[in-house]
């Protein structure tokens, strides 16, 4: 398994939509937090807002590391030669989620530290509050959630196969099925704290540790379990569906 996940590692890094990915996540947590930190003014912590909006973009390029981690070879036509190598389906496939996996706690783990680094630098240069907020929990919830995010890709790209129709998919569910389901549910009271607490991205802000209004409808823990349970979901349904499917490219 261990050879199979570094050939894994080794598919990703040779691909140049993966660096892609990555600088664009750089600059997408470098450039705003040091624009931030730098200009605006702060009465409170400004940890939590910064991981909210910059953490949930980078949970979404995790999330798109896992279907690339998944759908790469149906892309580019060398998923045959892997199963002649590695029959096994199953074993191939968990090579693949742990090498995306990995590659997601990475990410989420150097680019929140960064950002509680950056915000470190500029409150003391500045004199604005870094304290409020505690770091650790910021930290090993941001890292576990992109983590998450990533194993969820590796199973909807299992799942969906074509590497644009689950990145695609997964940026409408994202940016404009979610948010548009939670606004219309919000219309009715008997639903409207259904999504704004289970949904996938309520579900990672409360794994984060972040809150939009400050109104915590779940803690850490229970977020935690159910985030790796919709992964789970995704996962088990991605690998049912590769064992039963015919490959023919």
């Known amino acids: 398994m261990l050879r199979l996940t570094n050939a ?32 605006a003014t702060f009465d409170d912590d400004p940890i939590e807002p910064l991981l909210y909006f910059i953490g949930s973009l ?9 279907i ?22 199953i074993r191939l496939m968990t090579s693949k989620l742990i090498a995306g996996t990995l590659t997601g706690l990475a990410i989420g783990l150097v680019s929140t530290v960064l950002i509680v680094v950056i915000v470190a630098a500029f409150g003391s240069a500045r004199d604005f509050p870094t304290d ?3 770091r650790g929990s910021l930290i090993i919830g941001g890292t576990l959630t992109c983590g998450l995010f990533a194993a969820l890709g590796v199973g909807l790209g299992a799942l969906v196969r074509n590497q644009v ?5 997964a940026l409408v569910y994202v940016f404009v099925l979610e948010p548009l389901a939670t606004g219309l549910l919000s219309l009715s009271d008997s639903l409207d704290d259904i999504l704004p607490k289970y949904s996938l991205g309520a579900v990672s802000n409360w794994l984060t540790g972040v809150s939009p209004d400050d109104d915590v409808l779940l803690e850490q823990l229970p977020a935690g379990l ?3 349970l919709y992964a789970a979901l995704f996962v088990a349904a991605g690998m049912f569906m590769l064992r039963k499917r015919d490959i023919t490219a």
């Open 58 to 66: 980078i949970q979404t390029f995790s999330l798109l590391i896992g």
């Open 68 to 89: 690339l981690a998944a759908t790469t070879e149906f892309r580019h036509g060398t998923i045959t030669p892997s199963l002649l190598v590695v029959p096994n389906r």
């Open 226 to 228: 159910l985030l790796t």
């Open 165 to 169: 129709g689950a990145i695609v998919g």
């Open 8 to 39: 894994e590692f080794l598919k990703l890094r040779t691909t140049r939509t993966f660096y892609a990915f990555l600088a664009a996540c750089a600059a997408l947590v470098l450039v705003p937090t040091i624009l931030i930190c730098a200009f």
């Open 132 to 134: 409020e907020i505690g």
